[in-house]
């Protein structure tokens, strides 16, 4: 069973618009990437004023930031294919559960994100090409970690065989799902200093939302 573009696109709307607490994962996240873009801002309007030890502790701030805000996105986003999942299946998707979720798996999710990372960077020093191979290979990682109990290595070695058994539904799906996060991002960055942050809001349980029932389709599962 292939992908429902339409479907899986849309979806991921109604089901955020009944109910909320799917964003309240993604507030953490958020809230980081708030106060990066305040660093950001005041670094390049006070730049001329600041020495180089004040520069250097902001870089160092970000950075730390920067780590906050990897491990935050994981959770986030494994709390809400949790809960996206729980709300599919007509269960009451609670916020807290989805977090504790995502928490009892974070090793998993810590270990595939590195190795993704890892890959990613050695394929695009490869040209470029090889890395975008390999994060669509491992496009649906996470949902498989909270789904289907399975370690972070397993995670990327069955995210693998199943993108390569729907290679083409899996690439348009994620060209197009990059587009509208790209797009959404596009105009909420505008708002200056606080745009990205919203969009982050927004994009973190609107693509777990989408490549979670993505993946579901692409196991058999009926998507009403």
Do not use: C, H
Request: charged share 10%.
């Amino acid at each position: 069973m292939g992908i429902d573009l339409g479907k899986t696109l849309s979806k991921p709307i109604e089901l955020l618009q009944e109910n909320y607490n799917l964003f309240i994962p993604a507030l953490l996240p958020f809230v980081i990437s708030l106060i990066s873009g305040i660093l950001v801002g005041g670094a390049i309007l006070g730049m001329g004023m600041m020495g180089r030890g004040g520069f250097g502790t902001l870089l160092g701030l970000a950075g730390t930031l920067g780590l906050i805000s990897f491990i935050a996105s994981l959770i986030a986003e494994g709390a809400i294919v949790d809960m996206i999942y729980k709300q599919l299946k007509g269960e009451p998707p609670g916020y807290m559960e989805g977090i504790n979720a995502a928490l009892e798996k974070l090793g998993n999710l810590i270990v595939a994100a590195i190795i993704i990372a890892i890959g990613a960077f050695i394929g695009f020093i490869l040209l470029v090409i090889p890395g975008l191979i390999w994060l669509i290979l491992v496009a649906f990682t996470i949902p498989i970690i909270m789904l289907e109990d399975l370690d972070g290595v397993s995670a990327i070695k069955e995210s693998i065989s199943l993108v390569k058994e729907n290679l083409g539904d899996v690439v348009v799906f994620l060209i197009v799902l990059i587009i509208v996060v790209a797009v959404i991002s596009a105009v909420l960055g505008i708002i200056p200093y606080i745009g990205s942050a919203i969009a982050t809001l927004i994009t973190t349980p609107y693509m777990a939302a989408a490549l979670t029932l993505a993946y579901l389709q692409l196991k058999g599962e009926e998507i009403e």
